[in-house]
């Protein structure tokens, strides 16, 4: 069974930084997407970020490019976003997600973790 496990949010200040991680369990995610959306209250939830398992290519939503950054740890099966730089606009909550490829539907996701940017 695919597990996907968030970590790492919480409350920050504008121009703060957080690192979300996801743990993903039940599957070698070799040839899958693995990405992170997140959905702001009152918002649809949106693609923020991808990377390609078979090919490391990365994918950012314009609103993130710059500032963040999303890499993997093959030898522990986990996935971050670093996230630098952070304004209130980003605040929601992020999910990570297994998809067939960056550009492909998502079949897993995650709980979820909270992300409040705030002074």
């Known amino acids: 069974q695919v597990q996907l496990v968030e970590s790492g949010g919480g409350l920050v200040r504008p121009g703060g930084s957080l690192r979300l991680s996801c743990a993903i369990s039940?599957?070698?995610?070799?040839?899958?997407?693995i990405g992170w959306f997140r959905q702001a209250p009152g918002k649809e939830r949106e693609g923020v970020s991808c990377?390609?398992?078979?090919?490391?290519?990365?994918f950012y939503d314009d609103s993130v490019k710059g500032r963040f950054t999303i890499s993997r740890d093959n030898a522990r099966n986990t996935v971050y976003l670093q996230m630098n730089n952070l304004t209130p606009e980003d605040t929601g909550d992020y999910y990570c997600?297994?998809?067939w490829g960056c550009g492909g539907a998502v079949f897993s996701l995650g709980q979820g973790t909270q992300v409040t940017v705030s002074s």
């Open positions: 039940g599957v070698t995610p070799d040839y899958y997407g």
């Open positions: 997600v297994l998809r």
């Open positions: 990377i390609d398992s078979s090919s490391d290519n990365t």
